[in-house]
């Protein structure tokens, strides 16, 4: 059996920033959401602040743009914004920090921004990311709309279709990865000196979509914010490809994850998912001792799982269930916990090269 039949690359450039990308609105680095204006339009923005005693707590600015806004709309926008309720966003959830906002779209464009790569489009990545080593070209990835649901393990329904929530969920989940950039630097030396340049990319691109059944009225974006449609068939490209095409520079991953949602559960608690991703970042960021061992502070763990409530034994005990289900899966071999100075205590993980591994 060949490598490729057990394994499949992801940008290590992608992975390095995935888990700052996905901070959630709970996470202390993570900014109150702004619009913003320059010399290139309109966006809503939110910003990650850097951490500067870890390097991959990297900065990092997530942002739609608002396209052909009059000066009378971008007004209209501003007026929302101001019944945003962060407050009862942390507190009470997103949709109750939402529901005074008046214009669908500005909502739905919120909500996209402050759930942006949660387990569910994360596993929805991996997913096109497995599927590109399987077709061979490159980073465009071709799929049927059916296929990439039951790949992620959702049931048909007895007419042997699935549910309008569940196709809207996909297309909103695609257009919110396809339309949300992210804004990052990477050091970049000049000469005797130290610089930075500053990438924009999205983690993808839709570039063409597929109808079955004419006629039928279907607009990609309308569909995202305001109705509940989904396309038969999609072709993407993966904007952060570079790595495995080019660089040498990625993570490989088992052929054998699980990308799978359970039913009825909402994606923010898939913290296996966040471990996994969490733990193939660091291994970009941090190199292995001994080839397989990694520390990692447990106050980080436990920030990028989203564990954040007043309840730290709560946290805990699901932070060690988590691991203990990657090691039943087989991505840790053993885990223990470390005691560290000001009772700062870290984990150290022994990684199973066979399910992930750097390159």
């Given at each position: 059996m060949s490598e490729k039949d057990t394994v499949f690359p992801v940008d290590g450039q992608l992975l390095m920033i995935l888990p700052r990308a996905a901070a959630a609105i709970k996470n202390p680095d993570v900014q109150l959401p702004i619009f913003q204006m320059d010399a290139d339009g309109y966006f809503l923005e939110i910003r990650v602040a850097a951490n500067s005693k870890d390097n991959s707590e990297v900065a990092l600015?997530?942002?739609?743009?608002?396209?052909?806004?009059?000066?009378?709309q971008w007004e209209e926008i501003k007026e929302q914004y101001a019944n945003f309720d962060l407050k009862a966003c942390t507190d009470e959830g997103i949709s109750k920090g939402l529901e005074k906002i008046q214009d669908r779209r500005i909502q739905r464009l919120f909500v996209a921004l402050l759930t942006f790569l949660n387990p569910r489009q994360v596993a929805i990545v991996l997913?096109?990311?497995?599927?590109?080593?399987?077709?061979?070209?490159?980073p465009l990835v071709y799929f049927r709309s059916n296929d990439l649901l039951e790949s992620l393990g959702y049931t048909r329904t007895q007419k042997g279709t699935f549910t309008a929530r569940?196709?809207?969920?996909?297309?909103?989940?695609?257009?919110?990865?396809?339309?949300?950039?992210?804004?990052?630097?990477?050091?970049?030396?000049?000469?005797?000196?130290?610089?930075?340049?500053?990438?924009?990319?999205?983690?993808?691109?839709?570039?063409?979509?597929?109808?079955?059944?004419?006629?039928?009225?279907?607009?990609l974006a309308k569909?995202?914010?305001?109705?509940?449609?989904?396309?038969?068939?999609?072709?993407?490209?993966?904007?952060?490809f570079e790595g495995p095409e080019r660089t040498g520079d990625y993570v490989l991953f088992s052929n054998s994850i699980d990308t799978k949602q359970k039913?009825?559960?909402?994606?923010?608690?898939?913290?296996?998912m966040k471990l996994l991703v969490y733990l193939a970042s660091r291994m970009k960021w941090d190199k292995l001792i001994d080839g397989q061992y990694l520390h990692i502070s447990?106050?980080?763990?436990?920030?990028?799982?989203?564990?954040?409530?007043?309840?730290?034994?709560?946290?805990?005990?699901?932070?060690?269930?988590?691991?203990?289900?990657?090691?039943?899966?087989?991505?840790?071999?053993?885990?223990?916990?470390?005691?560290?100075?000001?009772?700062?205590?870290?984990?150290?993980?022994?990684i199973n090269s066979q399910k992930l591994r750097c390159n």
């Open positions: 600015t997530r942002r739609v743009r608002l396209d052909e806004l009059s000066e009378e997913s096109l990311y497995k599927k590109a080593r399987e077709q061979g070209n490159g569940l196709r809207s969920q996909l297309n909103q989940d695609l257009v919110t990865l396809h339309r949300t950039e992210l804004v990052f630097a990477k050091s970049l030396k000049k000469g005797n000196t130290m610089g930075a340049k500053v990438i924009v990319k999205s983690i993808l691109r839709i570039r063409d979509y597929e109808i079955d059944n004419l006629p039928r009225d279907f607009d569909a995202a914010d305001y109705t509940y449609e989904l396309a038969d068939a999609y072709t993407v490209a993966l904007e952060f039913q009825g559960n909402n994606a923010k608690h898939d913290y296996k447990k106050q980080y763990l436990l920030k990028n799982l989203d564990l954040l409530g007043s309840n730290p034994s709560r946290s805990s005990q699901i932070l060690w269930r988590t691991i203990e289900e990657l090691q039943t899966e087989g991505y840790i071999l053993d885990a223990q916990e470390i005691p560290g100075k000001r009772k700062i205590a870290s984990i150290e993980f022994q």
